[in-house]
């Protein structure tokens, strides 16, 4: 085989070693670290990261880039090798456009801009944040300048999180699906309401913890290359195919928080379990576009785990596990209730039906601001309004609407439409495997889902970064990114549970 | 303050963090490692390790040394920038004596080695880790001669442990000892042994967990900046002075080996947390040498947590959370238990009067194996013959003599000593402490031991390694090392628990 190809392969396996040691410094710091030490873990992350740019950024890794992109045409463009060199490429350009002083001003502002955001939100003083996010959306147009002009200055941003994807797309898909949605939560909202209140009873969190494990297990969740750990924040992390942790925390007002977090957390973690070995220590391990993975956390906790199939079989194992808030309970109830619908202020608080509203009013208000057509101060006001529009709620301060978030105050611009892109990818990818599988339903009635783990697998997991999100749900689907199946899906889902 | 002096600190910060980050992946994979995922801790520890390497042996930290050596007449020998810059002048003209060729053949040698150990081992047969031990022998014999020649070759290996040791010195310190530790364990050979029945009945972990939990924080183990995690080998780790952590062992017919062993490495984990802040991220973090650290474990478990009035203060609090157990055991009885004596084949599992005799005869046999005096095919016969004449006992097999211990399979040959050498500079520390400080007895049997932690801290943690361990015992005690102490603190104890 090609050595300038070997060659790049065996520093890019280095870099990779240094990304995978700062995410388990990184898990560490989440899950285990002693109070007293993230000063410890600050300098190992910060020479870790240093070292892993340097070694990706140098002249050797864009020499042997240079010689290798010379042969692409003589490649097939569906090999490994061409893939691989085309997307360490992109990475190398992107890495390399953006001056160092720029990445170090970057993290100056950002570092200070957080501090003020959290006081802000504890106070609900947007005033307090306003001149940061002014400070960030500077950087952001900043940002924009090092990279070649495209159709919207926002596609740049975009591109760092669904490659490829480009803005018009994502407003063509929003659009598509807004006033519909919109129009089911309205109908959704002149129904009777669900009875939740055996939700809210107490639960034994040990139990909880157990019976989350049964399902990550069932799922197919290899425990033999990951674990479950408590955290404040659930998150799933990855240092290789064979070590893929997640986390899951406990609250205990919200005791099904635990339960569908850690599904969601699986749904992560099968898609890093799932990647090709071959492309594990180079940048196309990991999964396609945050979008990407984001469809299989929430397949994983809403099409499979808030689905009637899936609580067929265990809503008795559950009831077995918490008799004497569950006996009385049944299964339609308690199918209904973890499917109730009600707009509300926060978007991580939301249900399946409201989700992506929180989603487009960020998008809207995102474009807007690049584009320059709201100053930071308006941002409260336009909000508040998109708020009402959408969802029919105002929210009562500005920590419960426009200061909710913590994405903005680390520079994280076009981050957002990931998460309803996740939902509307979930759905195609969905509607396609059931209308090969039709026996999909009837396997999950008897906790059986192995059929739907090894199609994910061998249409979305193994290629890792192989695709971009648009070519891959086109090879998967035979249609491009569109938001027609999710809205069939929660149609039909919400007019059987509330009779619409 | 000197550029070059900071731009050294600059790197040197850097090959810390690596360190540390290798570390914590080390603890990781004793800890909580998924099991399939060996290989990706393999890689990460392997490309750390290999980029700290090639930083420190660099050209550019050679000319940083170059120039700093300059300077040093001109410097405070005692001053921190002296001491940094000769610490780190000896461990990089040690890396980089060795030739990477030398390392990777010692790396694959031993790797082989280890596992032919482990099954000579389980087979109890010498003769299949004969030929391994040869190559590791001929592989540390070629070490030698990478350095100038010594008063010995043995100095350049114990060198490696104990800076500035010499083996003459730790043939003579020995030399004193051994004669009066065979007899002192005749003289209690002849004595009616102790019962320890009760040591052996069912103790439940939980309850021992957090009985030790509370000892390592009576002890001073500062929990902000650690945190102990249950393992199969016992160990200490730190990530830096504010990551230090401990492990502990169940093991269900040992019980007291949790309690024991979490107190030595509290020792351990209360010199790393002591170290001055000025050494953190420098090469004179840590020890001063393997033996110093082995001090301070030994120490507090057994200077401390096998003594009278430790136990006067613990004893009623250890009898309340087993009452079951301990109550119908006095005092008295449980003091003598905890110190009972008994010659036995494995070292690991050696009593304080013993202990030493299994050191020295592996020093002995590595400085005969050395020196050609014998070979290595005649191992057994030697080790078995010493056994004989130290301890009174002849080893039924080879895995329960020459085959114990994984130190040679790894090419450690010259590591053996630092642990005798620890028992005896604890007893040196202790005795000098005492006379300056006889209220520490009753200090104890108030559970109070922070003079003792604030001596030690002043006199030994917070240097680091800035001093070799010579020169810091005979700073802290006006002597060298020497084994007096030690005899004296062994024959008073066992004169009274054994009635001599």
Known sequence: MNPTYQQLKARLAEIADL??????IGWDQQVYMPPAAAEEHGNMLGTLGKIAHEKFTSDETGKLLEELKRDLPHLDPDSEEYRLIKITAKDYDRATRVPAEFVVEQAQVTAIAHQAWAEARARSEFGLFQPHLEKILDLVRRYVTFFPPADHPYDTLLDNFEPGMKTAEVQAIFEAL?????????????RPQVEDSFLHLQYDEKTMWDFSVEVA??????WKRGRQD???????????????????????DLPFALLFGTMHETGHALYEQGVGLQWNRTPVEGGASLGLHESQSRMWENLVGRSRPFWEYFYPKLQARFPSQLANVSLDQFYRTINKVQPSL????????????????????????????????????????KMQDYLGLTPPNDALGVLQDVHWSGGMIGYFSTYALGNIISAQLWEKFNSTHPQLEDEMRSGDFSALLSWLRAEIHQYGRKYEPQELV?????????????????????AEIYNL
């Open 346 to 385: 926060i978007r991580v608080e939301a249900d399946e039906a409201t989700y992506n509203l929180h989603i487009m009013l960020r998008l809207e208000i995102e474009i807007a601001m690049l584009e320059g057509k709201v100053a930071v101060r308006d941002l409260p006001e336009l909000w508040n309004a």
């Open 474 to 494: 086109q090879r998967v689907t035979g249609e491009s990114i569109n938001s027609a199946p999710y809205l069939r899906y929660l149609q039909k889902k919400y």
């Open 19 to 24: 990304h995978h040691a700062a995410a388990l």
């Open 178 to 190: 807004r006033p519909r949605q919109v129009e089911l939560i309205r109908a959704i909202g002149e």
């Open 230 to 252: 408590p955290t404040v924040h659930p998150f799933c992390t990855s240092f290789g195919v064979n070590d893929v942790r997640i986390t899951s925390r406990w609250v205990p």
């Open 217 to 222: 297990t069932a799922f197919g969740y290899d």
